[in-house]
């Protein structure tokens, strides 16, 4: 993919739906009674990944006109083939929560990129609860779950991670007890708001969520807000541009997702929320971006969780700020679809930044002019999408090798981009 350079994002756009949500709900229709109907799911490559998988557990799942029902069973059935996972990390370890509660065994792969992602974080609170999980890659998948009954375990996770914390209270609803999860720091709470959508009891104090099972989940219908992590890409290109003006609409605003937000605000840029509305407890509202002058930030600890998918972008735009930006506490980003604190700082360098990588982060000075290069996506959506952003303001034009790892995330991202971009 070139990308040439812009003069301006001006224009309105309407987001597909929330990765996180997405995954989410399509999971527990799974196990809900009755049929659960969607609108505005999620049209990336991993989440279709979820559906194909509950489909190989028997699940029926139907599309018509942007419409996806999905018929949930009481218990699911046994596969008949390894359940493929794609490049997915959230279909792997929270559906492995829900393995783990059914009284068969079954396996689980990705492709060459999720074979090499961690699973032990997951694996070892499954344990725990009674399940047998094992790979013959260490902690590596394909992964072989025997499900059983499940015991109600107290679990502090030693590192933050939405999708671990999910796992569990997935298969605490399998569990006799009040399973319980603390987290060292406040991750985004979808499945809290998702699991009490589908009519599940569950209890929050601070840090700590508990549910007790067994408990039965109700189908509901809804309408996915766009995904707020895909918003970044065109927040990040708006902030760039002098005369820039963006409304993004139907977004997702949940304050666990929404350190964005306050990030682009701490930048200088000028944000309006509006029609701000609830939706099965999540909240959903219109953004407006303005330019304002970017100076610098220093993002860290538990701003850094909360906005671990949004780092590659906001690293991309770094130079272009008067301060510059620095990460911390992120090496988290050492183990995604790659290892995207290398993978920024390459192509950064590649387009002429000065930027110093370190161990759980990086810090890129301000007031940098950069040219168009050839940039590496590594396969990785997020670091593509990243660079097609800060290639925007480069001088000369600069080309995506690899430009198609997008469509994991977001297959609209090109051409909703240039929708919007002024030259």
Known sequence: MIIRPARNILGSLRLPGDKSISHRYAMLAAIAQGATRLTNFSTGADCASTLGCIRQLGCTVRSEDGRLEIKGRETLAVPADSLDCGNSGSTMRMLSGILAGQEFACDLHGDESLSRRPMARVMLPLRQMGATITSAAGDRPPLHIVGRKLR??????????????????????????????????????????????????????????????????????????????????????????????????GLLLNPTRAALLDVLRMLGCRISVLNLEEQHGELVGAIKLEHGKLGGVTIAGAQSVALIDELPVLAAIAPYTRDGVEIRDAKELRVKESDRIALVARNLRAMGAECEEREDGLRVPGNQSLHGAGIDSGGDHRIAMAFAVAALHAQGESEIRGAEAARISFPEFFEMLEGVVER
């Open 152 to 249: 109600a375990i107290e679990y502090a996770m030693p590192v933050a991670s939405a999708q671990v914390k999910s796992a569990i209270l997935f298969a605490g609803l399998f569990a006799k007890g009040c399973t319980a999860v603390e987290e060292p720091y406040r991750t985004r709470d979808h499945s809290e708001l998702a699991l009490r959508a589908f009519g599940v009891e569950l209890e929050k104090s601070r840090n700590r969520i508990s549910v007790r099972g067994p408990q039965k989940l109700h189908a509901i219908e809804a309408r996915i807000p766009g995904d707020i992590s895909s918003s970044a890409f065109f927040l990040c290109a708006a902030a760039l541009f002098a005369e820039s003006n963006l409304v993004i609409e």
